[in-house]
């Protein structure tokens, strides 16, 4: 794969940034801003009919530039003059990387929690909560923890792909 052409590899180059912008941002955007300040300001009923719209929504494009993340990167790893083909790990090069895929397999395993376990869960408390039921405010809380964690989790990977990014490209 090394004779790839250069409009590309560059082409890769650049969708792989986009997606890691849209994702990364997406997370962080989310744990920064969005849920602290849509729990603060709005009302049950609001809240469950936003959650429910702004989660689906983002949900959709974080898997979508998951899966160009995935393709892009194959590509630009195999054009790698340091690739030494797969599991071969030879060099500070596929050190990082191998650990940079470790890192987005475990993110990738709390985004899945995320948005098919813990996601719902709290979508049926809001609605709940909307419609009037009362609720046993230890389990909302204790699932907004939750939450929060694994943002700030996912946050705290993001940095570290970045960081072996940095030293793959180093390498």
Sequence with gaps: MQDLPNWGLALAYWLHMLATVTWLGGLATLALLVIPNARRMLNADAYARFLEKMQSR???????????LIGTGMFQMSAHPAYEGFLAIENSWSV??????????????????????????????????????????????RLQKQEDRLLVVNGVLSVLVLLLTAVARAS
């Design 58 to 68: 983002l949900q959709q494009v974080g898997w979508f530039s998951l899966a160009v």
């Design 96 to 141: 990082a990387i191998l650990a940079k895929h470790g890192i987005v397999a475990l993110m990738i395993v709390v985004s899945a929690y995320n948005t098919w376990g813990l996601t719902p869960a709290l979508r049926r408390l809001a609605l709940m909560r909307a419609a009037g039921k009362e609720l046993q405010p230890d389990i909302i809380k």
